[in-house]
């Protein structure tokens, strides 16, 4: 599911709105996290709508 964030984010914070401060050296991809809003270990599904791509400001 993480790919499937980081597409629909493309490139930009869903939080802050603003774009990857900085790309992966390893794909040059943009440097998000996905985050769970409902974490795993309290019951929240790995699905797309259960997560976000954060930028390291908001994370
Ligand atoms: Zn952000």
Same mark, same amino acid.
């Given at each position: 599911?993480? =790919? $499937?964030?980081?597409?629909?984010?493309?490139?930009v914070c869903e939080n802050?709105? =603003? $774009?990857?401060p900085f790309a992966r050296k390893r794909d040059n991809s943009p440097y998000l996290k996905v985050?769970?809003?409902?974490?795993l270990s309290a019951g929240g599904l790995d699905c797309i709508e259960n997560t976000v791509a954060l930028c390291p400001n908001c994370l």
């Open positions: 599911m993480v =790919a $499937k964030t980081l597409y629909r984010a493309l490139g802050c709105k =603003a $774009k990857a985050h769970h809003i409902k974490m």
